[in-house]
């Protein structure tokens, strides 16, 4: 029994020996990975922060959402036409009646107030260049919410002269004058 107790005891001696061996060797591993994790988060230690990087930053932020601020109300349409007049322009130009010319038009904020003036031959010509104004892109579907058409005043420099003592008429054009308004405010 003694036998069998002392090959017991040799066996758990050496197994403990072993593992205290094995132990010192984990301590020496977990020293160095703890050296190592020193070393790292040092080297990976969080940088200080540049002020004037963050200044510029901020600067910059500001500025990206003034420019979006701009570039939504330009989207909107709140500031009237972005694209420019030409378009109407160019409709005046390409629809031609004969017997009527265009003196004047004025176009204010988005093209939703139209004005437009000039002279005919005759009063038919009108409504004839409104819809040839309405096969327009720019133009089409515009309401002209008055239409002012009248004789022009006679011209006192074109009397004839004077014949037995009275001066004779002054000449009355031959042609009317005209203006359409699109918009409430011409009206008015």
């Not at 109407?88 to 437009?116: E, K």
């Not at 002012?148 to 014949?163: F, I, L, N, Y």
């Not at 037995?164 to 042609?175: H, I, L």
Request: aromatic letters at 8%; hydrophobic letters at 40%; zero cysteines.
């Amino acid at each position: 029994m003694l036998v069998v107790l002392a090959g017991f005891y040799a066996w758990n001696f050496y197994k403990v020996k072993e593992l205290n061996q094995q132990a010192a060797e984990t301590e020496m591993l977990l020293e160095s990975a703890q050296a190592q994790l020193i070393q790292v988060t040092a080297a990976h230690a969080e940088l200080p922060k540049d002020l004037q990087l963050e200044q510029k930053v901020g600067q910059l932020e500001l500025q990206l959402k003034g420019e979006e601020a701009v570039l939504a109300v330009l989207n909107s349409g709140q500031l009237g036409n972005t694209e420019g007049y030409s378009a109407y322009m160019r409709a005046f130009a390409r629809q031609i009646v004969g017997g009527l010319w265009l003196t004047n038009f004025s176009i204010q904020g988005a093209g939703m107030n139209m004005q437009i003036g000039g002279r005919t031959m005759r009063a038919e010509n009108v409504p004839l260049y409104i819809r040839h104004l309405n096969q327009e892109p720019s133009t089409r579907g515009r309401v002209f919410t008055a239409l002012e058409m009248r004789a022009p005043k006679a011209d006192a420099s074109t009397q004839t002269g004077v014949t037995s003592g009275t001066p004779s008429p002054a000449k009355v054009p031959a042609y009317l004058e005209f203006r359409l308004h699109s918009g409430v405010e011409e009206v008015k």
